[in-house]
């Protein structure tokens, strides 16, 4: 459903150098949005009610490959004005990184050793404390994603593997959220229409440890999907929390309405106009009245 289109040109140098292939790609966007007057890292709202928001974030990579096979890349991005994040964080997003630093990724037979300065996210969770190198690639049907950060000795890793109508990932690392060592694990079991799911995991935080199942069925253009929660910490059961999800993709249009034990409901809407152009609609009705988001807009990727 997220199309990018990359814009390439070929820089091709003296005689004797190798050419240098170039990419642009990026989003831009447009929208009205109501984020009920919330002040996060990176912005503040200037209004308690609707109000215009826009901006971009455009992203360049360099690359040029050897002559045995060897790919290195380089790559920055930098951007401007805010991005509304309707299908994640649910927040106004101020862009505008400064073209300081450049991510350099050296590739080979199917491994890719990457190195960004406390800019690759942790293989465990990306709200952990950022990594300076990464090393990932695929050995039969295992995928795997290991990362550093040597001067505070952290590290994570993530794994996959898939055998028949099975799939399986762990993961983990010794920085989690709230500093210390975390693993998680998940089987998920793919029967025709339906799929099952189990996740489970172990933090530093013992209010983190939730382990989950969940129940995912699809019809025609419709998929359903119920997941219960059994919540870290102590007393509590499976489906003291749970999570329930009707998603329809047909087409250009694509839309879901998610509800929760606590009454949060979460409505998007999306219209693939074509050319990279999204049209979209969003509303997130929290239990905690602060956090609710109402926005429409359009965002055009390239």
Same mark, same amino acid.
């Given at each position: ?6 814009? +390439? &040109? ?28 919330? &002040? ?42 805010? @991005? ?7 927040? /106004?997003?101020?862009?505008? %990184?400064? !073209? ?5 990724? !050296?590739?080979? %037979? ?24 990464? @090393? ?40 989690? $959220? ?39 069925? %699809? !019809?025609? %253009? /419709?998929? @359903?999907?119920?997941?219960? /929660? ?22 250009? @249009?694509?839309?879901?309405?998610? !509800?929760? $034990? ?5 409505? /998007?809407? $999306? ?18 009245? +602060? ?12």
């Amino acid at each position: 459903m997220k199309k990018v289109l990359l814009t +390439t &040109t070929a820089l091709v140098m003296t005689a004797g150098v190798a050419a240098a292939e170039v990419s642009f790609s990026g989003t831009a966007q447009i929208s009205l949005t109501d984020d009920n007057s919330r &002040t996060y890292t990176g912005y503040t709202s200037i209004s308690d009610d609707m109000q215009f928001t826009s901006g971009y974030d455009f992203d360049v990579t360099v690359s040029a490959e050897s002559d045995n096979g060897i790919t290195m890349s380089g790559g920055f991005d930098m951007g401007g004005g805010h @991005l509304v994040d309707y299908d994640d964080d649910d927040r /106004i997003e101020a862009q505008g %990184a400064a !073209v300081g630093s450049m991510d350099v990724a !050296v590739s080979y %037979a199917g491994w890719t050793l990457k190195v960004d300065q406390n800019g690759i996210d942790n293989a465990y969770t990306d709200d952990a404390a950022s990594q300076d190198a990464s @090393l990932s690639g695929s050995l039969g049907g295992l995928s795997l994603t290991v990362t550093a950060d040597l001067e505070d000795d952290h590290n994570s890793f993530s794994a996959s593997y898939s055998m028949g109508d099975f799939a399986f990932t762990a993961s983990g690392t010794n920085d989690d $959220e709230a500093n210390g060592d975390a693993s998680a694990f998940s089987v998920k079991y793919t029967m025709g229409d339906l799929a099952i799911t189990y996740k489970t995991a172990d933090e530093a935080n013992d209010a983190e440890d939730d382990s989950s199942v969940s129940l995912s069925y %699809a !019809v025609d %253009a /419709i998929t @359903l999907t119920y997941t219960t /929660i059994e919540p870290g910490g102590a007393n509590k059961d499976f489906g003291d929390e749970w999570d329930a999800k009707v998603a329809y993709a047909s087409g250009p @249009l694509s839309a879901s309405f998610n !509800v929760d $034990e606590a009454d949060a409901t979460t409505m /998007i809407a $999306e219209y693939d106009l074509g050319g990279g152009v999204t049209a979209f609609a969003a509303q997130h009705d929290k239990a905690d009245d +602060t956090t609710d988001l109402t926005t429409v807009g359009m965002t055009f990727k390239f």
